[in-house]
């Protein structure tokens, strides 16, 4: 899973077909906050968002939220 930080108005997350959800500066501290889901099926839900996930992105998503976190966040 790619980030792409789009400075003052969100982020997008790309999976690795090229599909992509955007998260907001103000919906990315509930997102970081753990308020999504990730199905049975591995897809990564957060409001009307939908996103599949690899099993490699999956295990990966941790260092993600952090990124999210420690990064994007702080730049805020």
Known sequence: ?????LDDTGVKLLNDKKNQIYITKDDLVNFV??????????????GENQLTLSSEEIK??????KY????????S
């Open 60 to 65: 990966d998503f941790p260092i993600i939220l």
């Open 1 to 5: 899973m790619r980030v792409i930080n």
């Open 33 to 46: 906050a753990g308020q999504y889901t990730i199905t049975e099926d591995q897809v990564l839900v957060f």
């Open 68 to 75: 999210l976190k420690n990064e994007v966040l702080k730049q």
